[in-house]
């Protein structure tokens, strides 16, 4: 597993742990996390994580909005955790990344993580959102 991807495992991991705890502080304490990772991927989800959480009312906004047919409440919270991630990287990075690889990866980490049709809905949100910011 690449740096990259796996930083995006944790992030969407921590997201989730966030997500159900409703404690910020989940952000921060990473004790669960296993010290056989790399460093990198450590930096990587902080970066992520540091941004997503400065954004994440609009984040959130913005995939409430694309979900236009389900309650924001009731999206599962790991494929909340996995958009949370991939809008942050697609729309609000200084060098965002390009619809196609977000959306890929997102599907990816979706099917590891999520039920067995979930990279349907993520893949969805995403292709709309990514289809409005490229208006």
Same mark, same amino acid.
């Given at each position: *597993?690449?740096?990259?991807? =796996? ?12 997500? *159900? ?13 296993? =010290? ?10 902080? /970066? ?14 913005m995939i409430e909005s694309a ?18 991630? =991939?809008?942050?990287? *697609?729309? /609000? ?19 590891? /993580? =999520? ?5 349907? /809905? ?14």
């Amino acid at each position: *597993m690449g740096v990259r991807h =796996s930083g995006r495992v944790i992030a969407v991991q921590t997201l989730y742990i966030y997500e *159900m705890s409703q404690n910020e502080q989940a952000l921060f304490d990473w004790r669960w996390i296993s =010290s056989d990772l790399k460093e990198e991927s450590l930096l990587f989800a902080r /970066f992520l994580l540091n941004g997503i959480y400065a954004h994440l009312d609009e984040i959130d906004r913005m995939i409430e909005s694309a979900s236009d047919k389900r309650d924001f409440d009731r999206i599962a919270k790991v494929d909340l955790a996995v958009l949370r991630v =991939s809008v942050y990287e *697609m729309l /609000f990075q200084a060098q965002p990344l390009t619809p196609r690889i977000v959306i890929d990866e997102a599907v990816e980490i979706s099917k590891n /993580f =999520s039920a067995d049709d979930s990279y349907r /809905f993520v893949n969805g949100i995403l292709d709309k959102l990514s289809r409005e910011a490229a208006k």
